[in-house]
C-alpha cells in the first residue's frame, strides 16, 4: 500500500454540493450524513447539496457537513480502495477528523467535542476577528503585530499556513488595525469571515470547559492508525494525554501548519491528499513541501483518480 498523509480541511473550506456524489453512492457515507444531521440539528443534504442554501456558511452547518464530508471519503477511500493514511493532520476543524484518523477517537465522540465547541462559542465566545497576511514572513509581520499591540489576547499571529501566508487573531479593533497598517507592504491582507477570534487566548476559558468535557465525557487514545500530526504542537501527538489536549485546547492556541506539512515531509511524506471539500490544504502543500504529489479527494470521481495516483507512486518507487 502506497504512504500517504491524509489533511483534513478546516471551516471556510465548505460549498454548496459537497457530499451529495458521495451520499448517493456509498450507503455507509449517507448513513454517516444522516447520524450528523441528527446529532447537528442541521439537514446537511438540505443545506448542501445541489446549489446549497444561504445558511452552509453558517457556524454549526459548515463544521458539521466539513467533518462529514471529510470522514466520509476517509472510510470510501478504505472501504472502496484500500487506501489508509500513513500520517493525518487536521487543519483547526479538521483536527476532529484527524483524531478520528488515527484511531484517537471514534466518530460520534469527536462529533460530540465539536458540537460542544460550537455550543460554548455561542454560550460565551468572546467576539473578535481573523484576517489572513500573504506576501509576509513571520519575521516581518512580529514587528507590525508589537507595533499594534504587545497582548497577545488583543492581537497574536495565529496560524501559520506557509511561509509568507499567516492568519492574525485577536479583538476586532487590534486585527483591522494591523491589516489596515501592512496592507500597503503585503500582497495580500483582508479579514476573514470567521466571528470568533480562534488560535487566541482569547478562548482559553472555552478550551478550559471544552477540556473538562474531553475529560469526563471522551475516550481518547493515542494515535494507533497511523502517525497524527498537530498543528498545536508543531508536531507528532505521542501519547493519549497529548491527544486529549490537543483535541481540547487547539481552538486557544497556536496552530504552526506550514511545520506539521515540514514535520510529514521529513519522515518520508511525499503524497498527500486533502479529505474534504475545497483545495486549500493542497494549495498550502505546494507551497511548503515542493516535491509533493497532491490531491484534492471529495468524491467518487476524485477518489478513484487518486487511486490511481498512489498507484503511479508506488510503480514509480518500485523501479
Request: proline content about 7%.
Amino acid at each position: 500500500m502506497t504512504p500517504f498523509a491524509a489533511l483534513f480541511p478546516g471551516q471556510l473550506s465548505e460549498q454548496a454540493g459537497m457530499g451529495e456524489g458521495l451520499y448517493r453512492r456509498f450507503p455507509y457515507v449517507r448513513e454517516l450524513v444522516d447520524e450528523v444531521s441528527e446529532a447537528s440539528g442541521v439537514d446537511l443534504p438540505a443545506v448542501f447539496f445541489g446549489e446549497g442554501s444561504p445558511a452552509l456558511h453558517d457556524d454549526r452547518p459548515a463544521q458539521a457537513g466539513v467533518f462529514a464530508v471529510s470522514v466520509g471519503v476517509l472510510g470510501a477511500l478504505e472501504r472502496e480502495r484500500g487506501l489508509v493514511p500513513s500520517w493525518a493532520a487536521g487543519y483547526s476543524l479538521g483536527t476532529y477528523a484527524a483524531m478520528v484518523a488515527a484511531g484517537c477517537v471514534e466518530t460520534r465522540a469527536a462529533l460530540s467535542v465539536l458540537l460542544r465547541v460550537d455550543e460554548l462559542l455561542a454560550q460565551r465566545g468572546p467576539s473578535g476577528a481573523m484576517g489572513v497576511v500573504i506576501g509576509m514572513t513571520r519575521e516581518a509581520l512580529a514587528p507590525w503585530v508589537a507595533g499594534v499591540s504587545n497582548d497577545p489576547s488583543a492581537l497574536s499571529i495565529g496560524n501559520e499556513n506557509a511561509a509568507q501566508q499567516l492568519v492574525v487573531t485577536g479583538e476586532e479593533g487590534p486585527v483591522e488595525a494591523l491589516l489596515a497598517t501592512v496592507r500597503p507592504h503585503a500582497l495580500r491582507a483582508e479579514r476573514l469571515p470567521i466571528r470568533w477570534p480562534m488560535h487566541s487566548p482569547l478562548l482559553g476559558p472555552v478550551a478550559d470547559e471544552v477540556a473538562r468535557f474531553v475529560r469526563d465525557q471522551v475516550e481518547v487514545r493515542a494515535p494507533s492508525r497511523c502517525r497524527l500530526f498537530a498543528p498545536m504542537l508543531g508536531r507528532a501527538v505521542e501519547t493519549a494525554e497529548e491527544a486529549a489536549e490537543v483535541l481540547a485546547r487547539q481552538v486557544s492556541r497556536p496552530s504552526g501548519w506550514a511545520g506539521v506539512l515540514a514535520g510529514m515531509a521529513g519522515e518520508g511524506a511525499s503524497l498527500f491528499a486533502e479529505l474534504g471539500p475545497g483545495e486549500v490544504l493542497s494549495k498550502m502543500t505546494r507551497w511548503t513541501v515542493r516535491r509533493a504529489r497532491v490531491a484534492a479527494v471529495a468524491d467518487p470521481g476524485s477518489i478513484e483518480r487518486f487511486a490511481g495516483l498512489a498507484a503511479d507512486v508506488a510503480a514509480q518507487e518500485e523501479r
